[in-house]
């Protein structure tokens, strides 16, 4: 099956842009859709199709996809940007969506 | 309001079964595809099975093919997942989900439930 590799963690300093990357054979490939996930809730869809935002999630979420790698960027970190962060694509070859193991986000 | 809200968890034998429900308002339920996912304590997102609009086809994820079962009623708006031969592996917190035209069919989900718990004790 499609294997989707996330790093566990990411920090970054409020103000700063946040990268976290997304890896995955050929991924440029693939649509890919970013959730973001607070404790103790429901995840969050912050960015679908590599790289449009839902209606109501800031302009400092952003993403991209080529290559190996899609990247979602979250420019000018605020502490309420402290989240899991979860990568997603649909492996055509099983049908079955396919989530990353999720990257940590700490905002220093 | 759009909404989804599953209910159903429980504490539950190793070997028992549980079968969960999803009930959806403020969107047209019967056009979507429906999927559920969960997330062991501490862990990740796990996708475990998805169903068709018309509840015609399924998937499931490799650790609960031929022990889970997912359908829909779209005449009272409601999904289920019937959990069968349940192990301690199973437990999570289940969420319902879906997404608006192809996105509900393969992810992209802008729609989440809150959450139910399922814990299996061995």
């Known amino acids: 099956s499609y294997v989707l590799t996330q790093p566990p963690s990411v920090s970054v300093a409020p103000g700063e842009t946040a990268t976290i990357p997304c890896g995955g054979n050929n991924i440029e490939g693939k649509s890919v859709h970013w959730y973001q996930q607070r404790p103790g809730l429901a995840p969050v869809l912050v960015i679908y199709l590599d790289s449009d935002r839902p209606s109501g999630i800031p302009r400092r979420f952003s993403g991209a996809n080529s290559g190996n790698t899609a990247t979602l960027s979250i420019s000018r970190v605020e502490v309420g940007d402290e989240a899991d962060y979860y990568c997603?694509?649909?492996?055509?070859?099983?049908?079955?969506?396919?989530f990353g193991g999720g990257t940590k986000l700490t905002v220093l | 309001e759009v909404q989804l809200v599953e209910s159903g968890g429980g504490l539950v034998q190793s070997g028992e079964s549980l079968r969960l429900s999803c009930v959806a308002s403020g969107f047209s339920f019967s056009s979507n595809w429906m999927h559920w996912v969960r997330q062991g304590p501490g862990k990740g997102l796990l996708w475990v099975s998805r169903?068709?609009?018309?509840?015609?086809?399924?998937n499931f994820a490799d650790a609960v093919k031929g022990r889970f079962t997912i359908s829909r009623d779209n005449a009272k708006n409601t999904l289920y997942l019937q959990m069968n031969s349940l192990r301690a592996e199973d437990t999570a917190v289940y969420y319902c989900?879906?997404?608006?035209?192809?996105?509900?069919?393969?992810?992209?989900?802008?729609?989440w439930g809150q959450g139910t718990m399922v814990a299996v004790s061995s």
């Open positions: 997603q694509v649909w492996d055509s070859s099983t049908q079955h969506v396919m």
């Open positions: 989900a879906t997404g608006a035209g192809i996105m509900g069919a393969t992810g992209g989900f802008d729609i």
């Open positions: 169903i068709t609009s018309d509840g015609r086809r399924t």
